[in-house]
């Protein structure tokens, strides 16, 4: 025994590890160097991939052979594994909302013969809250092949729907409307911070479900007893989150088109920052979150594409070697649709290596082992021969000629550009000489800062005629 518990705690958890693994590689842990601290921790806070329908995801009420509800559901129950597994023409697929979770329900074809059942039509069916309206889909068999046996539910359904159980939808909506005032009056007595999204009744009028969003747990006991007395049905209370929360409302994304969750995705599917950056796109969370504050549900779409396609690169930071001289470098980038890497060499002193920075195509990486290798080789450029090439050359453009009749009175034809420099303004020439010698205009005797010269130049001719007296 004492053996045996040695060798288990020797043993490694391998489903651990794997778990551990593959939550480092769909992660972002390390801050990129060129991002600040609260753009990361807003990443890493849209990356949580704990939203999605919490009332018709609750796996814990799905058992084999157990009802689908514990209160509604009627006689709806799961198929139990001592159950046969259906056949794909006993099988109908419906949604109780767009775009919502697609559940299987079995149909025998000998009822479908009776009352046909196509897409696009309604039928009543119990669902887990109860009864509701739904809508039949196209089947698909390799969707078929895919479900377990326990995701089939047998004695849900019960009938096609009827022009009575719309109108009496109908009805019910604007008694939804008026039970969200009713809950958004009682809200504002209480004091509860919450937002309640969505009001819903079931057909047979036994239940209003309220669908709320709010940062934390709530206490809502007092809300439910005054609820209960207005409305004199069963309350029943949901709290969703914020993908929940932009699906029921609706709206339209950055690309212009309405919300892939409102229309297409019948499930959520979660979506990490390495697909982002697997996809050499910008890591700022206003461009690769959505309305809801969540990562884009379309970076997983060309997400599978993307790993495969990665699988002949090797990872960025990775050392990869030249083939002929082996010298060692870094991967800095991976571009899939360009279909090249670039590397960066460090400098060598000793080798006389100097810091390079380059870019290889997909052709020339090879994986030898663990190692990856590269065949630096440069393509020969095109040799054009000259002898093949025709000239072209450019026509020049035909004058048209003077005809006198369709010359107007006073057209002389065209004039000659020599006339035109005749009278052009000619600048004036650039005085080059130094300043001293420039010519000075005259002088100002205005100024008042300016000396009187009462310096008198004498004439010498007059000193001649002096002395000559």
Same mark, same amino acid.
């Given at each position: 025994?004492?053996? !045996? *518990?040695?060798?288990? %705690?020797?043993r490694?958890n +391998?489903?651990? /590890?794997?778990?551990? =693994?593959? &939550?480092? $590689?769909?992660?972002?842990?390390?801050?990129?160097?060129?991002?600040?601290?609260?753009?990361?921790?807003?990443?890493?806070?849209?990356?949580?991939?704990?939203?999605?329908?919490?009332?018709?995801?609750?796996v814990?009420?799905?058992?084999?052979?157990?009802?689908?509800?514990?209160?509604?559901?009627?006689?709806?129950?799961?198929?139990?594994?001592?159950?046969?597994?259906?056949?794909?023409?006993?099988?109908?697929?419906?949604?109780?909302?767009?775009?919502?979770?697609?559940?299987?329900?079995?149909?025998?074809?000998?009822k479908?013969?009776?009352?046909?059942?196509?897409?696009?039509?309604?039928?009543?069916?119990?669902?887990?809250?109860?009864?509701?309206?739904?809508?039949?889909? !196209? *089947?698909?068999?390799? %969707?078929?092949?895919?479900? +377990?046996?326990? /995701?089939?539910?047998? =004695?849900? &359904?019960? $009938?096609?729907?009827?022009?009575?159980?719309?109108?009496?939808?109908?009805?019910?909506?604007?008694?939804?409307?008026?039970?969200?005032?009713?809950?958004d009056?009682?809200?504002?007595?209480?004091?509860?911070?919450?937002?309640?999204?969505?009001?819903?009744?079931?057909l047979?009028?036994?239940?209003a479900?309220?669908?709320?969003?709010?940062n934390?747990?709530?206490?809502?006991?007092?809300?439910?007893?005054?609820?209960?007395?207005?409305?004199?049905?069963?309350?029943?209370?949901?709290?969703?989150?914020?993908?929940?929360?932009?699906?029921?409302?609706?709206?339209?994304?950055?690309?212009?088109?309405?919300?892939?969750?409102?229309?297409?995705?019948?499930?959520?599917?979660?979506?990490?920052?390495?697909?982002?950056?697997?996809?050499?796109?910008?890591?700022?969370?206003?461009?690769?979150?959505?309305?809801?504050?969540?990562?884009?549900?379309c970076?997983?779409?060309?997400?599978?594409?993307?790993?495969?396609?990665?699988?002949?690169?090797?990872?960025?930071?990775?050392?990869?070697?030249?083939?002929?001289?082996?010298?060692?470098?870094?991967?800095?980038?991976?571009?899939?649709?360009?279909?090249?890497?670039?590397?960066?060499?460090?400098?060598?002193?000793?080798?006389?290596?100097?810091?390079?920075?380059?870019?290889?195509?997909?052709?020339s990486?090879?994986?030898?082992?663990?190692?990856?290798?590269?065949?630096?080789?440069?393509?020969?450029?095109?040799?054009?021969?000259l002898?093949?090439?025709?000239?072209?050359?450019?026509?020049?453009?035909?004058?048209?000629?003077?005809?006198?009749?369709?010359?107007?009175?006073?057209?002389?034809?065209?004039?000659?550009?020599?006339?035109?420099?005749?009278?052009?303004?000619?600048?004036?020439?650039?005085?080059?000489?130094?300043?001293?010698?420039?010519?000075?205009?005259?002088?100002?005797?205005?100024?008042?800062?300016?000396?009187?010269?009462?310096?008198?130049?004498?004439?010498?001719?007059?000193?001649?005629?002096?002395?000559?007296?």
């Amino acid at each position: 025994m004492e053996n !045996n *518990k040695d060798n288990n %705690e020797k043993r490694p958890n +391998n489903r651990n /590890n794997y778990h551990r =693994n593959n &939550y480092k $590689r769909n992660t972002l842990n390390k801050k990129p160097s060129d991002m600040t601290e609260e753009e990361f921790r807003r990443l890493q806070d849209m990356e949580r991939n704990d939203e999605g329908f919490k009332d018709e995801d609750n796996v814990k009420n799905k058992k084999a052979g157990s009802p689908i509800a514990p209160l509604g559901g009627g006689n709806a129950i799961y198929f139990d594994y001592d159950d046969e597994a259906p056949d794909f023409e006993d099988i109908i697929s419906i949604q109780f909302q767009d775009a919502g979770k697609i559940y299987w329900y079995f149909h025998k074809r000998e009822k479908q013969e009776e009352v046909p059942l196509k897409n696009g039509d309604y039928i009543v069916a119990y669902s887990e809250r109860g009864m509701e309206l739904a809508k039949v889909l !196209n *089947k698909s068999e390799k %969707e078929f092949k895919k479900q +377990n046996k326990i /995701n089939f539910i047998k =004695n849900g &359904y019960i $009938r096609k729907a009827t022009k009575r159980d719309f109108e009496k939808a109908e009805r019910l909506k604007e008694n939804a409307a008026n039970a969200k005032r009713v809950i958004d009056r009682i809200n504002k007595d209480i004091g509860i911070k919450m937002k309640v999204v969505k009001v819903k009744y079931t057909l047979d009028d036994s239940k209003a479900i309220f669908y709320f969003s709010a940062n934390g747990r709530v206490d809502f006991r007092e809300l439910i007893k005054r609820l209960a007395y207005e409305l004199k049905r069963r309350i029943e209370m949901r709290q969703i989150g914020v993908r929940d929360t932009t699906k029921m409302m609706g709206g339209l994304g950055p690309c212009g088109m309405e919300l892939c969750c409102c229309k297409v995705l019948h499930n959520f599917m979660p979506v990490s920052i390495k697909m982002a950056k697997d996809q050499n796109l910008s890591l700022n969370p206003n461009k690769i979150s959505g309305i809801c504050g969540r990562l884009f549900c379309c970076l997983g779409y060309e997400n599978p594409s993307y790993e495969k396609a990665l699988r002949e690169y090797p990872e960025e930071e990775t050392a990869v070697y030249l083939k002929d001289t082996q010298r060692k470098g870094y991967v800095k980038k991976v571009n899939v649709i360009s279909e090249n890497i670039s590397v960066v060499f460090p400098e060598n002193h000793s080798r006389n290596e100097k810091y390079e920075e380059k870019t290889f195509p997909k052709d020339s990486i090879e994986k030898n082992g663990d190692r990856w290798l590269l065949n630096d080789f440069q393509p020969e450029p095109a040799v054009l021969n000259l002898k093949d090439v025709e000239p072209f050359i450019v026509k020049d453009k035909e004058q048209p000629k003077d005809n006198k009749k369709n010359k107007k009175d006073g057209d002389n034809g065209p004039k000659n550009n020599s006339s035109r420099n005749r009278y052009r303004r000619r600048r004036p020439k650039q005085n080059n000489k130094p300043a001293n010698e420039r010519k000075q205009g005259p002088q100002n005797n205005n100024n008042p800062n300016k000396k009187p010269n009462n310096s008198v130049k004498k004439d010498p001719k007059s000193n001649n005629n002096s002395q000559k007296k």
